[in-house]
C-alpha cells in the first residue's frame, strides 16, 4: 500500500460503491497508463480516496489488496505512518547509532533502554530546572559519565558555564 502521487496516470476500470458518511469518497479498480509504470506493473490495482473529516485533507492510495474493505485498507495506512513517524522520532531523539544484535530481543533491548535513558534526563531536566535542551543534557553526561562528580554539580555547572569564544587567533578578511 503506497500513497499515489498526484500526476499519477491511471485509468479506471471499475467503481465499487462507498459510503460517504465515513470520510470515503471512492474506491475504484484501476490499469497504471503511464509508460514505465504501465510496463513495470501491469496488473490492477485498487485506488482508495479518502477525505479526513476532521483536518478536511484528501488522501489516495494505492494497494493490491481487493479483498479488504476500503475503510480496512485506510485504517492500515494511518497505523503504517503513524510506526514510522515513531522510527523517525527514534532516529532524531535517541542516540542509536547501530544495533548491537539482530535479534528481534536484541533490538527491542536497545530501543527500550535508549527510551529510558532520555525519560530519565527529561525528569533530571525537569527537577533541576536546567536551561540546556535534552540533547545537549545527554552530550554532557556522555563525556562526563565516569568522573566522581555527583551528577546535580556536573550538570549545573555545565548549564551554567558559557564558552567565551576566543578570536584571538582569527585572521581578519577585510581592514576596515
Partial sequence: MVRAKSNLNAQRRYSH?????????SDHT???TGKFSRTD????????????????KSLVLLTNNFSLPALSITALYRYRWQIELFFKWIKQHLRIK???????N??????WIAV?????????????????????LLQILSVTLFER????????LAAAESYPLDHSNQLTLFDF
Fill in 41 to 56: 506493473f501491469p496488473e490492477p490495482l485498487r485506488r482508495v480516496r479518502i477525505k479526513d473529516l476532521s483536518s478536511g
Fill in 17 to 25: 460503491t462507498v459510503d460517504r458518511s465515513t470520510g470515503l469518497r
Fill in 116 to 136: 529510558s535513558v532520555y525519560v530519565l534526563v527529561a525528569i533530571i531536566k525537569k527537577h533541576f530546572q536546567l536551561p540546556a535542551s535534552l540533547h545537549d
Fill in 149 to 156: 562528580d555527583p551528577i546535580d554539580q556536573v550538570l549545573t
Fill in 98 to 104: 547501530a544495533f548491537f544484535g539482530t535479534s528481534e
Fill in 30 to 32: 484501476v490499469l497504471l
Fill in 106 to 111: 536484541a533490538v527491542k533491548t536497545q530501543i
